[in-house]
């Protein structure tokens, strides 16, 4: 056989160690060679392909971040009308299944080209960890790790200074990059987009710090986060060319009005895409690799049109079906558990 992979959406720690991982199974099982498509979904359409080989070179990106095929978004739209060349490029090529690595985005266009005839697999990938039917993506583990490291970094400076200092992490939809880095970096407010949250109760939390003695405080709040109805001013953002939501800034919203109610000396780190860079951890190395060989394992079998997923300990096969269309969000028991921190 012959198979294909693309990289679609943000990029994200531990695509290159899938990659490498459905080219050596594809290889050494099965003896099958692969192609890799460029830019994503752009590339497949517009035919931008390399061959993949099982040499030195792609033994050796497990160790970097990023994509080496590159990565893109594609509107809707103009996916769907190009159902027909990528059709032919697949065929030209002589590619037989496709490999499609990305998060609910990428894994919708993947349903989508199974529904209509194109053998594909999905593999899920996102830092933010929201792709249901799986325990975690790859990513995940890198990103929270970036945000922990920094929140630690901040907690002297913030004590130092008798600051109080906001951490923006990613987090469009979900909450589970604050409310892990929240948790594990020691932040005394944590605030997430699937628990709206009131201004005044921030503030007091900050206040009882102050009067307690500790002159000092860290929040830790995803960038998706809004504020109850009617508890302070704020507008929210857009939404860009491919539907995705855009932000304003919740942070710095968030350490102005704190700063108007208590007078106290707050600044705001955004981390961004500092979060989406470098090399990824160990556990998302293991976890991105495990699920490019049973993606490889899966389209030589001809399971296609199902997405590879972590429960528990093990590798599954779902039906992409189910891994599109509902966000993970964060449970409301888990972040009662961070609340029993605040403070």
Not at 38 to 67: C, H, S
Not at 133 to 151: K, L, N, R
Not at 177 to 183: E, F, K, P, Q
Not at 289 to 310: D, K, P, Q, S, W
Request: a negative charge.
């Amino acid at each position: 056989m012959r198979l294909g992979v693309l990289t679609s959406g943000g990029d994200c720690p531990g695509l290159n160690a899938v990659i490498r991982a459905v080219v050596r199974t594809a290889s050494n099982e099965f003896g099958d060679t692969v192609v890799g498509y460029e830019d994503g979904w752009v590339g497949l359409m517009e035919d931008r392909r390399r061959d993949l080989y099982d040499d030195a070179e792609i033994d050796r990106i497990l160790l970097r971040g990023g994509t080496i095929l590159g990565t893109g978004r594609l509107h809707p739209d103009k996916f769907k009308a190009g159902l027909a060349q990528i059709k032919s490029n697949m065929a030209d090529a002589g590619v037989d299944a496709l490999v499609a690595i990305g998060g609910e985005g990428t894994l919708k266009g993947a349903k989508w080209l199974s529904d209509n005839g194109v053998p594909v697999v999905g593999v899920p990938k996102t830092i933010d960890n929201d792709v249901n039917a799986t325990d975690y993506t790859f990513g995940f583990d890198t990103a929270v790790s970036v945000a922990t490291d920094a929140i630690d970094r901040l907690h002297t400076t913030a004590e130092s200074h008798n600051r109080i200092l906001i951490v923006e992490v990613m987090g469009r939809h979900v909450g589970w990059i604050a409310l892990h880095a929240g948790m594990a970096g020691g932040a005394h407010y944590t605030v997430v987009p699937e628990e709206p949250f009131d201004i005044a109760e921030i503030t007091k939390a900050m206040e009882r710090r102050f009067q307690m003695g500790e002159k000092y405080g860290i929040i830790c709040v995803a960038e998706g986060a809004v504020p109850k109805e009617g508890t302070m001013d704020f507008e929210a953002g857009g939404v860009d060319q491919f539907g995705h939501q855009t932000f304003n800034g919740i942070g710095q919203v968030i350490g102005d009005e704190i700063k108007a109610r208590t007078g106290y000396d707050v600044r705001t780190t955004v981390l961004g895409h500092i979060q989406r860079g470098g090399t990824p951890t160990a556990y998302d190395r293991v976890l991105a690799t495990r699920y490019g060989v049973h993606a490889a394992r899966a389209i030589h079998e001809g399971n296609f049109g199902m997405c590879v997923a972590l429960h528990g300990e093990d590798i599954d096969l779902v039906p992409l079906e189910e891994a599109v269309g509902t966000l993970k969000s964060v449970p409301e028991s888990r972040y009662r558990n961070a609340q029993a921190l605040f403070g």
